[in-house]
């Protein structure tokens, strides 16, 4: 695996990660190669979408491959072993030595490694009700005390009405009930980690800014969202796609996703103050499409597609690339993130305490009273001075 150059240090949450190229969900589903994905060198590894019940997914062919566009269209529609398999994988790769541990140490990971993390990505059963919200709720139980990151994914376009959790109401809904539900998580049950895992919510790139808007006035009144992964794929079809398989129904990736997670994310940037971090995942496949992220104002990106043509090389190579960039340009990741950041993000409001208002006003208040004071004086001597004018001008 080797060692990160220092350039690609991050920090998401306080803590220092090695490198911010992470694997996006969608690659192990079912949590079958979670160490020989981190060895390959990744900072983030996703696993999932992991539903709560066992499900095929839609029928095959479901995965179309566009390599003239260096894209890809899916519609996989969760296939998944379900929780109970996946929980029993997460547990057996805890070392015995975990079992005598009388607390996990401060900066204990899931991942099972310093200055990297393990997320799990969530999702809904395609049986369950579209605005029911206890599969995310199930899936934080099963899965807090094994992961240093919970991923709720509400931006699939396979699952049917699983976008529209998506609008301001039912979002709001669903996060209130998940931060919930995370906090009622009892530190004495994290097996990994001294603390409860991060919230973060996975959206489309195919919302309108009003849309992304509402996500982010519905993360801002959670409070407890830790963060926001932009994005999932798109169904749109960008012009310029020239594989014949591009009318396919499913999700887009790939390079063509680029331009609509740029714009998506920096619109979210915008409007979601610097505390929440986003994470960029959409056509990064060079070391360039990295950068252009993080001038974005995302603090880690997430590879797919890319991974998927390129292969095991895939992470080792973006990460030399991105590190010759930032060598070139005298800076480091961190640098341009929170250059990018501290441009970028909303404004917190300057609140005026209380009484300094009420100061400012009476002192106002005083100030025009004193002037209407000096003019009544001044229109009452006018008043004498004029009326002396004229005996003056009578005597003579």
Not at 5 to 22: A, K, Q, V, Y
């Amino acid at each position: 695996m080797g060692v990160d150059d220092g350039r690609l240090s991050t920090e998401l949450w306080g803590e220092t990660l090695s490198n911010p190229i992470g694997l996006a969900a969608g690659f192990d589903k079912n949590g079958e190669a979670i160490d020989g994905l981190f060895n390959l060198g990744f900072g983030w590894v996703e696993i999932g979408s992991v539903t709560p019940k066992p499900q095929p997914g839609n029928p095959t062919p479901r995965v179309f491959h566009l390599p003239d566009d260096s894209a890809m269209i899916n519609r996989y529609g969760f296939p998944s072993e379900g929780a109970t398999s996946v929980l029993s994988r997460l547990r057996a790769r805890l070392p015995k030595i975990f079992a005598d541990r009388p607390a996990p140490e401060p900066e204990a990971h899931a991942s099972l490694r310093p200055h990297a993390l393990l997320a799990i990505n969530l999702g809904k059963n395609k049986a369950s009700a579209p605005d029911a919200i206890t599969d995310f709720l199930n899936g934080i139980k099963t899965f807090g005390p094994y992961a240093d990151v919970l991923v709720v994914n509400v931006s699939s376009p396979n699952t049917p009405g699983l976008r529209g959790l998506q609008t301001r109401g039912l979002l709001e809904e669903l996060l209130a009930g998940i931060t919930a539900e995370r906090e009622a998580l009892p530190l004495s049950a994290q097996t990994l980690t001294a603390r409860r895992p991060r919230i973060v919510l996975k959206i489309a790139p195919d919302l309108s800014e009003i849309e992304l808007k509402d996500v982010a006035e519905a993360v801002k009144a959670s409070s407890g969202v830790d963060g926001v992964i932009v994005s999932n794929t798109t169904v749109q079809r960008p012009l310029g796609l020239t594989d014949s398989r591009k009318t396919e129904t499913g999700g887009l990736s790939g390079s063509p996703l680029k331009p609509l997670t740029l714009r998506a994310l920096r619109t979210l940037r915008a409007h979601l103050p610097e505390s929440v971090p986003l994470i960029g995942c959409g056509g990064i496949s060079t070391g360039a499409d990295a950068l252009d992220y993080a001038r974005a104002g995302a603090s880690a990106v997430q590879l797919y597609t890319g991974f998927g043509y390129d292969g095991v090389g895939a992470c080792r190579r973006i990460k030399d690339e991105l590190a010759d960039a930032l060598a070139l340009e005298g800076t480091t990741w961190r640098a341009v993130v929170q250059k990018a950041v501290g441009e970028l993000a909303a404004r917190q409001p300057i609140e005026v305490p209380k009484s300094s208002a009420e100061s400012g006003l009476q002192t106002l208040i005083e100030e025009a009273l004193s002037i209407k004071e000096q003019l009544e004086t001044f229109g009452k001597k006018m008043a004498q001075d004029s009326s002396v004018l004229e005996e003056t001008s009578g005597t003579l």
